[in-house]
């Protein structure tokens, strides 16, 4: 009896699919191994559950190397680790491992954007490594830009490119205006009131024009609630 060659491609077409499912399965389980500590020590830290210094030290030190997988909980993970370890490097004062864990992040977060290139936070974050290594105005407000781009509306990143909207130069701000007076709108139009006040909190001098123009074209009910709020628009 015959068989149908059609069916046996079939029958093979799925047995190669399962095969490669399963291949795939077992080597995610394989980087969830490598990787776990990663993901179960940023769960920790973004739930403020208490982190020892020196395991965040190590483990930013680990990450000499990228991590071998574009999974993005993972990088994440790992940036996040990293960028905690420039935070308490910088609260300890001491200014080589500082400068020592800022150039180590910031391969991790190219490699990361290589992977992720339409993450807004990590341009947010790729600016600030680079403002504190010495970059200049063009790539500061070029990767500023980026960020705002990819991540117009989400409240988390805003938030890190206001942190840069305050402490940039002039040059920076006139570079990449578009990119500011969108954060200053969506902030007026858009963020709960709380929120807004947090971020609109002390702004500088060089800022301050921004805000007070946007704020020209709310809506009155909106400028009522932010007058009621205590935030000043003019």
Known sequence: MLRNPRRNFVCLLAVLASLLIGAVAVGDLATTARYGSYLAIDSLLANDKPVSAQVIADYAQRLSKSPQTCRTDILN?????????????????????????????????????????TNGLLWARLAVVRWLLGGTAEEQASLLTMSQAYAPSELRVIRSRMVQWRRVSPKVLELAERALRSDVRTILNYAEVSAAKRLLADVPPLVKPFVTEEALVLPQERRTAFVQAGIPLD
Request: with cysteine.
């Open 77 to 117: 993970s790992a940036v996040d680790i990293a960028m905690r370890n420039v935070e308490q490097e910088t609260a300890s004062f001491d200014r080589t491992a500082w400068i020592a864990s800022l150039r180590s992040l910031e391969p991790l977060l190219r490699d990361s954007l290589a992977c992720m290139p």
